[in-house]
Structures are given as structure tokens and as C-alpha cells.
């Protein structure tokens, strides 16, 4: 209509000239827009179409265990689906578990350094001896103070650095509050590696440790197996434990009851030892509980009890003091 | 600032001088070839330096976990600061109307893209999944800095290329006349490139004025380019890093590295190009001068840097700057400091020690201390992270870079050496319509 009303304005053509070129790409756009949205409207009922078919409907049993009445037209064989069954891995993993808030309690008080979570965790994650997603860590605060063995995990920040920084969506935060890698996906530029201020993240420097086995098993986003070369991996609150309704590895590897896990919406906690069941924010509150380096600003969600009344005091190689190298310390709690 | 405007006879005789001082070089340049295969040869010793690390993974290099970035991306760092020059030399001294800088601008220009073009790559070499770097158009997210970085670069480079090609316009005009029987591939470069220019009064003002439009836009990106690139850094909570002044600290460094650079450049085409006509000592005298003030800003800068977190030695910080000013980087960080910056720039305070051939080593002495500098910004600080590096092997603790490392990281510098050396084969090193019309040549015979 526009390109009518302009030809009709012969005597201005010279100068319309700029203006009409303009509005024919408008026009291509506007028609492009138009016969989009048609295509999307037939899609939709195509697909509205399909939905209630005259032909058989069959019942089948899901992955999760409901039995669900489908039409037979819409069936997909699930064998020889390698990429179907990974892209629905990718998916629930990425979107996490609705309604709940992770929290991990780590109870100094208890750790030994037995390093049964760090062998339960590698294990897991298939990963080398120097990868550590938890890392029991010679810990000591100031000159004269108690050395202890705190136990690393990642932190699952609440305004994590990491994910900020990835360029990718290859890390990132799902609605449950654990921040997950995607192996798939990672560029293996390594600035979340920079921008973690506690150290937490691991790089596949060379071939994983079980590539070779592990290369025709489906990618899980929630256990980052099978690892990848080139990419990061860290400690994922054992996403795919949680998912089972179980504790994660390290907690459930414990002999000396020093992991609390649970969930913040419901404030109950479950020792991975003792399997007692406790209150959140009354085991926080009763025992001076605290975050690392929470000046930051990241807000952790993994909260520590501080090592006072020890079951195990600290010995390391014999030696009862601590190492001046082990322990250099930074931070702003200097 | 007005030119004695020649008459026509001695415009035609001092326009033949120049075109064939400055054109002389592209037909008359012994060991070229021989120069060529040299940087072939590293290109094959490079190729096949990254074909292990593809193979065998980012594994072959010293970097671990705790100091995850090393030697790749304080080159990374270097590459872009040398790329600024550009900015420099063409648009804000030339937008200052500062006359002398007229035979160096194309050098600039050259050093500025073939840097920026490379960086480019320099950044892939570091990549663990090079494979997959189409995932940042594809997936990128617009938060993280790499994203920005990305953008600014790749605006650098297209406006770089814009303020190289468009004044070669006339230039190409000028060769198409002057060198007819160079071989056919090249001519056509020329035929395209000359755009039809017959030296009209209107040619003038459209070129002109869109130099000048490019010289403004280069500006922002140029500066853009070097704060993003620090803030991959001081975007983080480290300490070390973890600095609000990163941006222009970076920035007055590049200018440092690149004005080291050019005066370099311009040593090598004065004295092999024979263009001792054109970059005279009074050049040099005055990029001496210019060395000084960018270096003068510099030293500032660090002193901001340093010092004040010295004088308050926070934990964090403390580790970090004892290592620094005793430790362990003791003596790299004081030969960068103050060989490689505080006695050049104060040498050349006096003017007897702004001559060529001095400054060509003093310069040196700058770039490499440039390139150190970013080392040293890069590595130390990964090496002291809040929490203590326990439970891994011995090298996680130190960064010393392999041999295949190394290559990787000569293999870029041949990179630029080998498209400087191209450009400066198909075209004048100097501008030579740019030196005829500040000689005073009738402007409508430089075609």
C-alpha cells in the first residue's frame, strides 16, 4: 500500500527514491515477519492436530516410574537414541531440582583428615589423584591458633564468580542453587578457574583418567561423566545422588560424622554418618557456624562449625604443628 | 601550518623524488625471500609445537591448576598493548595536528593491525577446546568479559584495516603509474584498491574526511580494547588483581610497548629501507621525547599499583608483594622495573641519548621488559590463592614454561613480523601521497 501511495507521487520521485528503497526492505521484513508467524500458527496446530489423532493410544512406564497413555503415532524407539537420551540428561540437569535450596554443613570439629570423601568423590567423578572436587585442606587462622583439616568442596555461591565470567553457559546456576559444568559445552578457557577465589575448579589438562572406557557412555551433566579433555570439572553436590534421594558421595564416604547435607527451604540437614536429621539454621546458630572469606560477597552454601571441643586433635605426618608453607592463608581474614 | 606551495615544474621533480625514494624498496629489497623462508620455517615449527598440544592436550604446557593462565595470555595481554599504537600515533597525536608524525603513521598502522589480527589467535592458542570456539557466537552470553573482548577486538581490527587501506588509495594510484610491470596478482590489488582516484579536488575532501572520521572512531575502541583486556583480571576477587586503576594502568603501559615498538620499526626501515631522507633524526628525537611521557605516565601508574598496597600489606596482598619485591619473582620484577623502564625512560630524558642507534637498543630494552611486565602481571598472582595448594604434585606449585610453550609463544611475533613484512612488499612503508602534499606538490598531479 505504502509502495502505491509512493509511485503515485511521480513528480517527487528523485528524492522519494532513498525512502522507497527503505520501505521496500521494510516491507521484506514486515512480509518475512508475516509469513513466519503463518508458518507458526500452522505449526501450532499441526501440532495441535497431532496431539489428538483418531488413531491407538498406547500406555507406557516412564523413566520415573508413572505409566502415561500416549499416542502411538508419537512414539520414538529410546534404543540406538545415544544423543536423545544425553539431550534429556542436559536438560533435567541444567534445570535442577524444583524447590529445593542445597546446603552442606561441614563440622571441623569431627574431621581427621581420613580422606574418605576426597577417594568417594574421585571414584565418582573418575578423576586423577591431583583432581580434587573436595579437598581436605592444613588449615590455621593466625600465628597462635589451632592448625585443623578443613575439608574444600565447591561452594555453590549464591552469586557465584564463576558463572558470571563463562562466556559459554558452560557453568551455571540452576534453580536448586548447585552450579554445574557442562563438559559439552566448555571452551577450555579457563576463566572461571581465575575468577573462583577459593580454588574449587579442576582442568582436564590431558586425556581424563577413564576416557577410554568411558567413551560411549551418554554425557551426565549432573556427574560430569565421562570426563572431557580440555574441559573443567569441580564438585557438583553429587547432583545425580540428589536426584536418586541420596546423600552425596563425600557425605555418605564419612567415618567421623563431619558432613551435614539437606536443604535450605525445608532448614533440615542430614548427617552423612549418623543419618540424625537436624535443624539448619539451630545447628548454625548453636555452634557459631560461618562461611569462608564471606566478605567477598560470593555467599556460600556451604557453611562451616568451627574446631573447638575436637574429637581428633590435629596430627599431620607425625607432626602436631603445622607447616609454615602448608598454611599460607590469604584473604581478607588477615 | 602553511606549506611553501611549489610550482608546477618543481612539484613534477620533487613528487618523482619521492615516489622513487619511497617505492624503491617494494622492487629493491634484498634477503627478502630469505627472510620469508625464516618465518616459514618457525610456522612449521610452531604448526607442529600446537599439533602436540592438540593431541595431547593444554597437558604439554607448565600450566596447572592453581596458575591456570601462564605464558599464552600475558602474550595475549602484549599483543593487544602493542596494538594501540595505531590510536596513538595516527589519531590522537594526528588529531592534535602534529606535523612530524606523518612518516610514521603507516608504520603505526601496520604494527597496530598486525598485532590486533593476531591476538586474535594468540587467545586460541590458549584454548582448551579450540574446536568449539564457534561456541562463543553460537552460545555466548554477554556478561562475561570474553564477550566484550571479542567484540572490541574485531571492531579494532576492521577500523584498523579502514585507517591502513584508505590512505594507500592514492598511493595505489601512484604505483599503478609508476610501477607498471610488477606482476599481475599484485597489479590487480592496485586496480582494486585505487578506486578510481584522479586526485579531484572532491577526492581530497572525501578521503580526508573520512580518515578523520576513522581517526575519532579508533578512540574509543582502541581504549576499549586494552580496559576490557585488564578488566579479564580485575574482574576477579584476587588479590593482586583485584585493582580498580587496571584500566588505564594497562592502557598507559600499552602506549609504552607500542611507542618502544615504532621507534624499533622505524630504526629498521630508516636504515634498510634507505628512508633516511624521511624518518630523520629529528623523528626519532621527538618519539624519544614521546617515550619519555608515556613511560613518565606509566611509572605513575605502577607506583599506584604497587606502593599503595605495599604501604598497607594485607594478607592477601602481602604474599603476593613479597614475592614480588624479595621472593621468588625478585628479579624479574626489578630488571622489568627498572631496566627495563625506569633507566630507559630516564635516559632518554637527555638529548644526546634520543640518536638511533641508541634508542633502538633502549627500545628493545622496553619491549621486552613490556612483554615481561605482563608475565608478571598474569602468573604470580595465581600462585597465591586464599586457600592454601595442598595435596597435589609439585609442579602445581610453580609455573615454568616448556619448550613447546615457548614456540607457541615465538610463533605469533613471526605471525606479525610476516604480515608487516607483506604490507611493507606491496606497499610504501611511508605514505607517499601524505609526504608529497606536506612537501608543497601541486596536489592535482599525485595520482
Not at chain 1, 555452634?287 to 562451616?304: A, R, S
Request: net charge positive; hydrophobic share 45%; glycine share 6%.
Amino acid at each position: 500500500m505504502e509502495e502505491a501511495k509512493n509511485l503515485s507521487n511521480s513528480s517527487q520521485q528523485e528524492e522519494n527514491n532513498a525512502r522507497r528503497g527503505f520501505l521496500k526492505k521494510l516491507g521484506l521484513v514486515v512480509g518475512a515477519g508475516a509469513a513466519m508467524t503463518a508458518g507458526a500458527v500452522y505449526l501450532g496446530y499441526d501440532h495441535e492436530q497431532k496431539k489428538n489423532p483418531d488413531g491407538k493410544k498406547v500406555r507406557v512406564l516412564t523413566a520415573d516410574g508413572q505409566l502415561m497413555e500416549v499416542s502411538e503415532a508419537e512414539l520414538i524407539e529410546a534404543a540406538n537414541q545415544g544423543t536423545n537420551e544425553e539431550s534429556e540428561l542436559q536438560r533435567r540437569g541444567r534445570e535442577g531440582l524444583p524447590g529445593k535450596h542445597w546446603v552442606m554443613v561441614i563440622d571441623l570439629s569431627k574431621c581427621r583428615n581420613a580422606r574418605m570423601c576426597m577417594a568417594a568423590c574421585q571414584g565418582a567423578h573418575h578423576l586423577r589423584p591431583e583432581q580434587h572436587h573436595i579437598n581436605v585442606l592444613r588449615m590455621q587462622d593466625a600465628e597462635n591458633t589451632e592448625p585443623y583439616f578443613m575439608p574444600k568442596p565447591c561452594y555453590h555461591c549464591d552469586n557465584p564468580p564463576c558463572t558470571k565470567v563463562c562466556p559459554v553457559d558452560a557453568t551455571f546456576k540452576r534453580q536448586d542453587g548447585i552450579v554445574l559444568i557442562d563438559n559439552q559445552r566448555c571452551i577450555g578457557c579457563r576463566f572461571c578457574i581465575a575468577a573462583c577465589p577459593y580454588s574449587a575448579r579442576v582442568f582436564n589438562w590431558i586425556e581424563p583418567l577413564k576416557s577410554e572406557e568411558d567413551k560411549d557412555i551418554p554425557y551426565d551433566v549432573e556427574l560430569n561423566v565421562p570426563q572431557r579433555k580440555g574441559t573443567i570439572s569441580k564438585c557438583l553436590f553429587s547432583a545425580d545422588c540428589l536426584r536418586k534421594g541420596e546423600l552425596p558421595y563425600c557425605t555418605r564416604a564419612c567415618p567421623n560424622g563431619v558432613y551435614y547435607f539437606g536443604d535450605l527451604n525445608e532448614d533440615t540437614v542430614t548427617n552423612g554418618t549418623t543419618r540424625e536429621t537436624v535443624r539448619f539454621s539451630e545447628l548454625i546458630r548453636k555452634n557459631g557456624g560461618y562461611t569462608v572469606l564471606e566478605e567477598l560477597g560470593t555467599k556460600p552454601q556451604v557453611y562451616y562449625l568451627p574446631p573447638k571441643n575436637r574429637l581428633f586433635p590435629y596430627q599431620y605426618e607425625g607432626k602436631t604443628t603445622i607447616d609454615p608453607e602448608d598454611s599460607r592463608v590469604g584473604g581478607g581474614r588477615g | 601550518m602553511s606549506v611553501n606551495k611549489l610550482s608546477t615544474e618543481e612539484s613534477y621533480k620533487s613528487l618523482d623524488k619521492i615516489e622513487t625514494d619511497l617505492l624503491r624498496p617494494m622492487t629493491h629489497h634484498k634477503g627478502f625471500e630469505l627472510w620469508i623462508l625464516f618465518l616459514i620455517l618457525i610456522f612449521i615449527v610452531g604448526g607442529y609445537a600446537y599439533f602436540i598440544q592438540l593431541r595431547d592436550g593444554l597437558g604439554v604446557t607448565a600450566m596447572r591448576d592453581y596458575s591456570s593462565w601462564g605464558m599464552y595470555i600475558g602474550n595475549f595481554v602484549f599483543f593487544v598493548a602493542a596494538s594501540l599504537i595505531g590510536m596513538f600515533i595516527s589519531s590522537v597525536l594526528g588529531l592534535l595536528k602534529i606535523k612530524w608524525i606523518t612518516p610514521i603513521t603507516r608504520i603505526a598502522e601496520m604494527i597496530a593491525l598486525a598485532f590486533a589480527m593476531w591476538a586474535g589467535i594468540v587467545i586460541v592458542i590458549d584454548m582448551g577446546r579450540p574446536d568449539r570456539l564457534l561456541n562463543v557466537f553460537l552460545h555466548g552470553r554477554f556478561q562475561s568479559p570474553i564477550l566484550w573482548d571479542v567484540t572490541v577486538v574485531s571492531t579494532y581490527v576492521a577500523i584498523s584495516l579502514l585507517l591502513l587501506l584508505l590512505p594507500l588509495i592514492p598511493d595505489a594510484a601512484i604505483i599503478r603509474r609508476r610501477l607498471p610491470n610488477l606482476p599481475k596478482w599484485q597489479m590487480k590489488i592496485y586496480d582494486l584498491l585505487y578506486l578510481g582516484w584522479e586526485a579531484r579536488p572532491e577526492q581530497y575532501r572525501i578521503i580526508k574526511k573520512a580518515m578523520r572520521i576513522l581517526a575519532i572512531l579508533i578512540i574509543p575502541v582502541a581504549l576499549a580494547i586494552h580496559t576490557v583486556t585488564s578488566w579479564l583480571f580485575a574482574a576477579t576477587l584476587r588479590a593482586g588483581w583485584d585493582s580498580a586503576i587496571f584500566g588505564p594502568y594497562f592502557v598507559s603501559g600499552a602506549f609504552v610497548a607500542g611507542v618502544a615498538a615504532v621507534i624499533i620499526a622505524m630504526y629498521f626501515f630508516r636504515y634498510n629501507y634507505k628512508l633516511s631522507d624521511y624518518i630523520t633524526d629529528f623523528h626519532f628525537n621527538r618519539m624519544g621525547q614521546v617515550l619519555v611521557l608515556v613511560s613518565a605516565i606509566y611509572i605513575y601508574f605502577n607506583l599506584n599499583e604497587y606502593f599503595v598496597p605495599a604501604y598497607k600489606m594485607r594478607t592477601a596482598e602481602k604474599l603476593h608483594l613479597d614475592e614480588m619485591f624479595t621472593g621468588h619473582w625478585a628479579i624479574l620484577y626489578w630488571f622489568t622495573q627498572i631496566a627495563c623502564l625506569a633507566i630507559p625512560s630516564f635516559l632518554l630524558i637527555f638529548k644526546r641519548m634520543r640518536r638511533p642507534f641508541t634508542m633502538l637498543w633502549l627500545s628493545v630494552l622496553v619491549l621486552i621488559g613490556a612483554w615481561l611486565k605482563r608475565f608478571l602481571i598474569v602468573v604470580p598472582v595465581q600462585q597465591h590463592p586464599y586457600l592454601p595448594i595442598q595435596n597435589v604434585p609439585e609442579s602445581f606449585h610453580h609455573y615454568i614454561p616448556t619448550g613447546i610453550e615457548i614456540t607457541l609463544t615465538i610463533l605469533p611475533f613471526a605471525g606479525v613480523l610476516l604480515i608487516i613484512t607483506i604490507i611493507a612488499k606491496l606497499f610504501p612503508v611511508i605514505s607517499v601521497w601524505e609526504i608529497a602534499h606536506e612537501k608543497g606538490v601541486d596536489e592535482s598531479i599525485i595520482k
